[in-house]
């Protein structure tokens, strides 16, 4: 039997799982393909069984799901690839129309709070697949995630960006958890031992990435657009680590989700703590 795994292609998952599929044995692991929202859909359906998938999607259906431990996708103040992209200062957005990626859920969500919380204002928001300069043609503002939003910020026309994971810890203190390393319950009964080793393997790959940046980024296929240093950089600007104190950002994140309305309650934070599934 095999574990399938949901692959995010974005610069952010690279060095997890280059390490993971160049140093690990993956002959028991199937690698999916694809961007946060589709593969929380497959994760919601089955179709996989373990995902760095978008926070929300654990703040919706945390009875489907345990957080492997030890590893996230976050940011404790800048995370440099989840951009508001803005035609007028922030201050001035008040209900103002922003158009937002459909790529992920966690960071719409976090701009809804930013913006109705932090700020105390009222927006509606437009999901769009246009391009960064004609979307601000029709939105003064809108929200970019992962390699998108990276390739905007080096290269944006005078454009005012946002960094979310910024805003956030400003607002905060806290780290904001864009994703969870999420297993099915259903998987975890199944499969015990498979997930037990899948879960060592990721924590060890986690080191190893942590500790070969450059090596790991000689033969990105980011390359193609980001040059070495600055992808080192970011890579080195992103908390893939999961501590007491990411968790706390979690839960304020759910808390906050819930007071809006974008979760039916906060739930409540199970990690995975061996083969025992609990």
Not at 63 to 83: C, E, Q
Not at 107 to 129: C, D, Q
Request: with cysteine; charged share 20%.
């Amino acid at each position: 039997m095999s574990l399938t795994i949901g692959q995010i292609v974005y610069a952010n998952c690279t060095p997890i799982f280059s390490a993971l599929q160049n140093s690990f044995d993956c002959s028991g692991y199937r690698f999916v393909r694809g961007v946060p929202s589709h593969l929380n859909r497959l994760l919601a359906t089955g179709e996989i069984d373990v995902c760095p998938s978008s926070s929300i999607e654990y703040g919706k259906h945390s009875d489907r799901y345990l957080i492997l431990p030890d590893l996230s996708i976050s940011a404790v103040g800048a995370v440099k690839s989840v951009f508001l992209f803005s035609m007028v200062p922030i201050e001035e957005l008040d209900g103002a129309a922003i158009g937002m990626t459909t790529e992920s859920d966690t960071s719409v969500a976090l701009l809804r709070i930013i913006l109705a919380t932090f700020y105390g204002f009222v927006n509606r928001f437009e999901r769009t697949h246009l391009e960064i300069a004609t979307a601000l043609e029709h939105f003064p503002g809108l929200l970019l995630i992962g390699d998108n939003a990276l390739k905007g910020s080096l290269t944006h026309r005078g454009y005012k960006v946002y960094d979310l994971g910024e805003l956030w810890h400003r607002f905060t203190g806290l780290p904001f958890v864009f994703a969870l390393w999420l297993v099915r319950r259903d998987t975890v009964a199944r499969f015990p031992s498979e997930v037990a080793r899948l879960s060592a393997d990721l924590i060890r790959a986690k080191q190893l990435a942590y500790d070969s940046y450059p090596l790991i980024a000689e033969s990105a296929a980011e390359r193609a657009w980001i040059d070495q240093a600055r992808l080192v950089d970011y890579w080195r600007t992103i908390s893939y680590d999961l501590t007491p104190h990411h968790i706390e950002g979690a839960r304020r994140f759910f808390s906050h989700a819930s007071d809006l309305g974008l979760l039916p309650s906060i739930p409540e934070i199970e990690v995975y703590s061996g083969v025992s599934g609990t």
